[in-house]
Structure formats: C-alpha cells, structure tokens
C-alpha cells in the first residue's frame, strides 16, 4: 500500500503540478509587489484618493477603485505571461511530439509469414488457386 502511494507521489505529473503551484505562488507575489508599487501609486495619481487611490466615500462606506483595478491588472498581467511563457511553448512541443510519432510497423510473427509465401506460391502456380 505505500508503494503504491510513492508511486503516485513520484508520478512525473505530480513533481510537475507541485512545481508549478510553487512558481505560480511566487510569480503571482512578483506581481502582486508591481502592481502594488506602480500601479497603485498611478492609479492614485491620476485619480486621486490619496493612499487608497482612485477612492471615494458615500455614507461612510469607501469605494476603493483603485484596489480593484489593481487586481484586475494583476490578473492579466499572471494570466497573459503564463499563456505565452507556459501554454503556448507546450502547444507547440506537444503538437511536435504528436508529429513526430510514426506507428512502427507492427511485427508480423514468423508462423504468419510463412503462411502467407506458402499462399502466395501456392497461388503463383499455373492454374492454381487457393481458397482460404
């Protein structure tokens, strides 16, 4: 029972998925930090609200536009590197890999074979025919 769990944990997918997950959480803290440090401060610039940036209150209650543009930045920014540095390179290894498999032809056993040139002789023979 545990071999078959180590197994299952050495899989190549699994060590692939659990490095991604990794790459991803800190690829996704990378950006995070950018659009914190630029983004925001622009978007505040431009729009006002001071440190919340592009915010403005009705009832007491405080609309933080800004914070969602940010995310929305964020998420674009995350989802446009890893369509073109991730899913698009293994499209194309993939669509390589696919072509570049030929089927070998399949082996015909030995007894076949034979069969076949007795057939085949049998059926050279003048006047000759084989009913198989």
Request: net charge neutral.
């Amino acid at each position: 029972m545990l071999k078959g769990f180590k197994d299952f944990l050495l899989r190549g997918n699994i060590v692939d998925l659990a490095v991604a997950v990794v790459i991803g959480t800190a690829f996704t803290a990378l950006v995070g930090a950018f659009t914190k440090s630029f983004i925001e401060p622009l978007l505040g610039a431009i729009g006002g609200g001071g440190e919340l940036g592009m915010s403005f209150t009705v009832n007491d209650q405080v609309f933080t536009v800004g914070a969602f543009i940010t995310a929305v930045i964020t998420f674009v920014i995350t989802a446009a590197v890893i369509y073109f540095f991730v899913v698009t390179p293994m499209k194309k290894v993939q669509e390589r890999l696919a072509a570049g498999k030929v089927e070998a032809p399949v082996a015909v056993p030995e007894d076949v074979q034979l069969l076949r040139e007795i057939r085949d002789s049998l059926a050279s023979r003048p006047g000759g025919t084989t009913q198989i």
